[in-house]
């Protein structure tokens, strides 16, 4: 990376993944009315997958942790909170569990990927509960991360290196 990449900002990355996440979103809310939360955050990982695979290792991961993540979270929301705080507390739930499944992929991939469970968590926050709406929530989540990502993706991790097999 030249010095001058470094300080120019990816508007493309961002702006994909900023349709990835308000697409993603929306179809899962269109596909499985029934199933709205759960359906719409497998969307938003199945999207952000084609941004991904190009510029991290094993992206085919990223929609199956993120569903994964979601179904977890919703659960344990549903479980654990009276019917109505779900929707307020619907961000302080999903964005850190997501985050910390998502982060397992990040973490060798990039430098302070540990970021990434704080950023997930302020996004989601931020879009399921300050800007309800499944097109506003989609695009403020997407705009959050897709900063976050666009950010960390400039700080590979240094190769590690293999074990050679012997125990």
Same mark, same amino acid.
């Given at each position: 990376?030249t ?20 697409l %993603? ?15 719409? %955050?497998?969307?938003?990982g ?9 510029? $991290? ?7 199956l942790?993120?569903?994964?993540a ?7 929301l ?17 964005g ?8 397992? $992929? ?25 800007v309800? %709406?499944i ?11 897709? $900063? ?20």
């Amino acid at each position: 990376m030249t010095e001058r990449d470094r300080f120019t900002f990816d508007s493309a990355l961002w702006f994909q993944w900023i349709m990835a996440t308000t697409l %993603g979103w929306l179809l899962g809310y269109l596909i499985f009315p029934n199933l709205p939360a759960i359906s719409a %955050g497998v969307g938003v990982g199945v999207l952000q997958w084609p941004i991904l695979y190009r510029r $991290i290792s094993r992206a085919w991961r990223w929609p199956l942790i993120t569903a994964l993540a979601w179904l977890a979270g919703s659960i344990l929301l549903v479980v654990t909170t009276p019917a109505g705080l779900q929707f307020l507390l619907s961000g302080l739930f999903l964005g850190p569990i997501v985050g910390l499944a998502q982060w397992l $992929i990040l973490r060798r991939e990039v430098r302070w990927a540990g970021w990434w469970i704080i950023i997930s968590a302020i996004a989601w926050i931020t879009g399921l509960t300050l800007v309800p %709406g499944i097109l506003a929530t989609g695009a403020m989540v997407g705009a959050i991360s897709g $900063i976050a990502l666009e950010l960390l993706l400039r700080c590979p991790s240094p190769a590690r290196p293999e074990p050679d097999g012997a125990d």
